[in-house]
Nanobody, 130 residues
Framework: QVQLVESGGGLVQPGGSLRLSCAAA????????IAWFRQAPGKAREGVSC????????YYTDSVKGRFTASRDNAKNTAYLQMGSLKPEDTAVYYC???????????????????????WGQGTQVTVSS
């Protein structure tokens, strides 16, 4: 099972950008579908983005479409979530997760279940505030 470590979170002003990284160890990430989830205080965890293994298909939740971009660098064994035009409502702990198969979009990207994505990172805090 792949081990994941997120980084790149922090405090940013509204309208700013951040790039989250999800570094993998123990397996090559190119065979994995990568999901990004987030959880804001007092709210349920929600699916933000998916990047499928093999075909590279992507999914984005409506609130981040056009602002966030998921990608991977197989040479670095790392996945990324580029976040732009950040809003206060993007404030949350962000998690990357992975599974070694193609996922069903949007269902498995939305429901945020460990059964769908067995490998999870520890999370990184993103705070959007002036």
């Amino acid at each position: 099972q792949v081990q994941l470590v997120e980084s790149g979170g922090g405090l940013v002003q509204p309208g700013g950008s951040l790039r989250l990284s999800c570094a993998a160890a123990g397996a090559t990430l190119d065979a994995y579908s990568i999901a990004w989830f987030r959880q804001a205080p007092g709210k349920a965890r929600e699916g933000v983005s998916c990047l499928n293994a093999n075909d590279g298909r992507t999914y984005y939740t409506d609130s981040v479409k056009g602002r966030f971009t998921a990608s991977r660098d197989n040479a670095k064994n790392t996945a990324y979530l580029q976040m732009g035009s950040l809003k206060p409502e993007d404030t949350a702990v962000y998690y990357c997760a992975a599974v070694d198969r193609v996922v069903r979009m949007p269902t498995e990207c939305q429901r945020s279940r460990e059964q769908d994505f067995p490998s999870w990172g520890q999370g990184t805090q993103v705070t959007v505030s002036s």
